[in-house]
């Protein structure tokens, strides 16, 4: 089985962060990733950031860019705009997005002027020229669904609109991925449906994170980092470890894909993948 393996990034803030940033990707590059996607933050500086990084992407011939976009505090013209400004850039993949309100627990309203959903924003992508979009999916249910069976009517209509993959929330449990992957079938989903599969750097970061998005951190995650907290170099190891169980795990289900939220950062991504059998680039490597 031939493994693909995308991988996600977020803007950098400052000077340092984005030499780290160019530095991870010279490291996660030869392992030839599908795409490389990159997180969106709307409006001000954030957006002139993100302008930036994507530019300078789009330029990369050693792997294809993906610009995230959601649909939360823009009109239809302000998107429309970032995707002929993007596609300018020679970007052709994107992830499409609901988006979350600025302040957390805050219930999701559409801005008056724009898209409604995801559905309507996959659907003018796919119009200006997108060729590759790929949604979000939720193996444990989002947080805003009132069921699972909500959950994939709406990735069903993402993917009528012309979607081409689903990336999901990240996921401890396989059995709720594989649950998951067989009501999408039987809902007659048929793009793929990729494992999005965080390494845990921090664990306490990650829960904070968790909390937020819906995702279940098991019991038994924890004690795997108890007394870590100042051995970086341990937990990283322990988290690439569980990292590459899970993906070990969801192979030998057949899943072929696997997208990497990497933080920013190489060495646990780079362990995972190596773990699994993807070997960089020679010459890149060298």
Partial sequence: ??????????????????????????????????????????????????NRILKELGKRKDFETAAHLTCVGQSKAEIDELIDTWTGYGIKRFV???GDMPEPGQPYKPHPEGYENTADLVEVLAKRGAKDISVGCYPEVHPDSPSQEADIEHLKRKIDAGATRAISQFFFDVEAFLRFRDKAEKAGINV???????????YHKMVRFANMCGAIVPDW????????DDDPETRGQVGAIIAAELCSALQAEGVDRFHFYTL?????THAVCRQLGIQPRMEEAA
């Fill in 192 to 202: 793929p449906l990729v494992p999005g599969v965080l390494p845990v750097h921090d």
């Fill in 96 to 98: 499409a997005l609901r």
């Fill in 264 to 268: 920013n950062r190489a060495p646990l």
């Fill in 1 to 50: 089985m031939t493994l693909k393996v995308s991988f996600e990034i977020f803007p950098p803030r400052t000077e340092k962060t984005e030499a780290s940033l160019y530095e991870a990707l010279d490291q996660l590059a030869p392992l030839e990733p599908e795409f490389v996607s990159m997180t969106y933050g709307a409006g001000g500086s954030s957006r002139d950031v993100n």
């Fill in 221 to 228: 995650l924890g004690p795997r980092f108890e007394g870590l």
